[in-house]
């Protein structure tokens, strides 16, 4: 099973500003990225679109007979093609970990106070998505808090005109343990048990 990270942003600035920046990532309506969607700060090519559709049917090959499935790695293996051709990526991951920072589209959005939202992505924060969205709206600052629920890292960024500052917390700091608190990555009826071991390697894609 591989890594989520949860994580917290808020976005700060004038009020008018703050409505702008939030109206601008909804996705469509109905989804379950209708309040925050990354395709809607960079938008996925067509070609990785494909390639991300294909992949994900690999869920039902239990179920496909032996021609049906060699069909359908053919057709993955074509969108692959088309996506390296058109996009220089060999598939979507790697398209959307360079473009969006994480593994995936964010999921499980809820909202907060005006400017927050909580969400959770594969492997890594989205740190790209949001250097491209402060570089697009300049009189904003954007806060992101970062938890994996590996326990490889925790920690903050701050995003302000297309750049970020990061800033990796001890795992078992008070900050950090606070922090892990408000995104719920956090047990006070077992934290005195594992919790206290340090996490693996730190690593942020």
Same mark, same amino acid.
């Given at each position: 099973?591989?890594?989520?990270?949860?994580?917290?942003?808020?976005?700060?600035?004038?009020?008018?500003?703050?409505?702008? !920046?939030?109206?601008?990532?909804? *996705?469509?309506? #109905?989804?379950?990225?209708?309040?925050? =969607?990354? +395709?809607? $700060?960079?938008?996925?090519?067509?070609?990785?679109?494909?390639?991300?559709?294909?992949?994900?049917?690999?869920?039902?090959?239990?179920?496909?007979?032996?021609?049906?499935?060699?069909?359908?790695?053919?057709?993955?293996?074509?969108?692959?093609?088309?996506?390296?051709?058109?996009?220089?990526?060999?598939?979507?991951?790697?398209?959307?970990?360079?473009?969006?920072?994480?593994?995936?589209? !964010?999921?499980?959005?809820?909202? *907060?106070?005006? #400017?927050?939202?909580?969400?959770?992505? =594969?492997? +890594?924060? $989205?740190?790209?998505?949001?250097?491209?969205?402060?570089?697009?709206?300049?009189?904003?600052?954007?806060?992101?808090?970062?938890?994996?629920?590996?326990?490889?890292?925790?920690?903050?960024?701050?995003?302000?005109?297309?750049?970020?500052?990061?800033?990796?917390?001890?795992?078992?700091?008070?900050?950090?343990?606070?922090?892990?608190?408000?995104?719920?990555?956090?047990?006070?009826?077992?934290?005195?048990?594992?919790?206290?071991?340090?996490?693996?390697?730190?690593?942020?894609?």
């Amino acid at each position: 099973m591989f890594n989520v990270v949860y994580q917290r942003m808020l976005i700060t600035g004038q009020p008018k500003q703050v409505r702008a !920046v939030m109206e601008s990532i909804r *996705g469509r309506c #109905g989804t379950e990225n209708s309040w925050f =969607d990354l +395709a809607s $700060i960079v938008e996925m090519p067509e070609a990785v679109k494909i390639s991300a559709e294909l992949t994900n049917l690999d869920i039902i090959y239990e179920i496909y007979r032996e021609n049906e499935i060699r069909k359908l790695n053919e057709r993955i293996m074509e969108a692959e093609e088309r996506c390296l051709a058109e996009t220089g990526y060999m598939n979507w991951r790697e398209w959307t970990f360079e473009h969006w920072g994480s593994g995936s589209n !964010v999921s499980d959005v809820v909202e *907060g106070e005006p #400017g927050e939202l909580r969400f959770r992505s =594969d492997f +890594a924060p $989205i740190t790209a998505a949001l250097r491209a969205l402060s570089a697009k709206f300049k009189d904003i600052d954007i806060l992101l808090e970062f938890v994996d629920s590996g326990r490889a890292f925790v920690g903050f960024m701050v995003f302000i005109d297309g750049q970020e500052d990061r800033f990796l917390l001890d795992w078992c700091s008070t900050d950090a343990r606070d922090m892990r608190r408000r995104l719920d990555c956090i047990d006070d009826a077992v934290d005195e048990g594992d919790d206290l071991y340090p996490p693996p390697t730190e690593h942020i894609n």
